[in-house]
Each structure stands twice: as C-alpha cells, then as structure tokens.
C-alpha cells in the first residue's frame, strides 16, 4: 500500500499570503493517479486538483498543482478568506485509493 | 449537475448490520463510471473504504473493510449500496458516496479507463456504533 505524506500539519498563514503544501508518497505515484482536495468544516471534500496539474472544473487559477514521482506540491498563490480549510492529497495504485493525513490552513 | 444522497446511517450497536444507499443523478449512472464509498471519523482525516465498477463486475475494498463490508449498484434504479456487517466502534464515521471520474476494470489485469480520482460528493451519512 502506497503511503501519502502530507507536511505542515498545520499552516498558519494571512490572507493574501501564497501556501505551499507537500505530499509525498512512500513509492512513486502516476502523475495520472494524483490529486487534492479541499475540505471545510461540516462539508464533503471538493476537488481541487487532478492527474497532479489540473485545476478541476470552477477551481480558481490561484490553485495550481505540481510534482511527480513522490513528491508533489499544492500551491495557493494568494490565500482569499474562503480558502482556509483542510487539504488532502489522494493517490491510486494497487486497486486501492489511499489520502494523506490532511494539511490544515488556518489564519494565523 | 452530479447529485449523490446518502441514506441509512444511525446507531447500531457492536457486531450490529447496517446498509447505506447513495442515490445518483445527474450522469449516466451506468455509463462506465466507478462508484466509491469513502469514510471519515470524527475529527479525522478521509478514508477510502471500497469501490466498485460501472457494471458491478469489479469490485475493491480496504483491508479494514475486507470481509466485513460489501459494495453492489443497481444500475437501473441508479443507486449505490453499502452493506456493513460485523460492525465495529472504528467503523463510526461519516459515510461520503463519491464518483469517480472514469472505471476500474478488473479483467486479469486491472484497467483504469479515465482517471482515478473523485469528481463528485454526497454531502454524507452518520454512522455510530455504540453500545
């Protein structure tokens, strides 16, 4: 099973500031099989990001994603009130989906 | 628009059954598109529980689950089940229903046609287990 790695834990940051989140995966990850999504409380998860580069349909270009092999990045350019939330990275592989453990984005 | 409603969820007590239902509209639910059900504890991060293929041939599930949970469609009347036996206390969660945005065949050999990730969520369905 492909672990993902997420770093911060936690990213206290003001609005208007650029958020850089990490994930990293114990083996190499398809770029194909890699995304994020943003979660809110009391919300279902949204995505945000696929195939590790591409905005989701609606998603805002401030977002954007990069990466490969084991490491991949989710960059916020200019962190806007609503963007404060939790993100999680998911990849596929082995027949099975796995997330990581969550970068929470909160206002410092 | 993808619309997913989840249902079934409540309180069962240890080695208790439920069964959840996700009700899909908006796409063409058996038009090759795999159907998920991913779990989140309370205050905890997303789990992915079990997947199944836009026909129902194939089927995926989390060692946690394996054994114990069982995923079926039913294509004509467009919706997604769930049937959780041997129920645990870690098994308490909010209960999401998600699309995926592509189908993973398992023909020998898995296929994945489209991608693996999830494009559409339910809004979720609370289940306790709790004596």
């Known amino acids: 099973e492909i672990v993902l790695t997420q770093s911060p834990g936690t990213l206290s940051l003001s609005p208007g500031d650029g958020a850089t989140l990490s994930c990293r995966a114990s083996?190499?990850?398809?770029?194909?099989?890699l995304a994020w999504y943003q979660q809110k409380p009391g919300q279902p998860p949204r995505l945000l990001i696929y195939?590790?580069?591409s905005r989701a349909t609606g998603i805002p270009d401030r977002f954007s994603g990069s990466g490969s092999g084991t490491d991949f990045t989710l960059t916020i350019s200019r962190l806007e009130p609503e963007d404060f939330a939790v993100y999680y990275c998911?990849?596929?592989?082995?027949?099975?989906?796995?997330f990581g453990p969550g970068t929470k984005v909160d206002i410092k | 628009e993808v619309q997913l409603l989840e249902s079934g969820g409540g309180l069962v007590q240890p080695g208790g059954s439920l069964r959840l239902s996700c009700a899909a509209s908006?796409?063409?639910?058996?038009?090759?598109?795999?159907m998920s059900w991913v779990r989140q504890a309370p205050g905890k991060g997303l789990e992915w529980v079990s997947s199944i293929s836009g026909s129902g041939g194939s089927t995926y599930y989390a060692d946690s689950v394996k054994g114990r949970f069982t995923v079926s469609r039913d294509n004509s009347k467009n919706t997604l089940f769930l049937q959780m036996n041997s129920l645990r206390a870690e098994d308490t969660a909010v209960y999401y229903c998600?699309?995926?945005?592509?189908?993973?065949?398992?023909?020998?050999?898995?296929?994945?046609?489209?991608?693996?990730?999830?494009?559409?969520w339910g809004q979720g369905t609370l289940v306790t287990v709790s004596s």
């Open positions: 998600a699309k995926v945005d592509g189908d993973l065949i398992m023909f020998g050999e898995l296929i994945v046609e489209g991608q693996p990730f999830f494009d559409s």
């Open positions: 195939g590790a580069s």
């Open positions: 998911q990849q596929f592989g082995g027949s099975q989906f796995t």
């Open positions: 083996q190499s990850v398809s770029s194909s099989y």
């Open positions: 908006g796409f063409t639910f058996g038009g090759g598109y795999t």
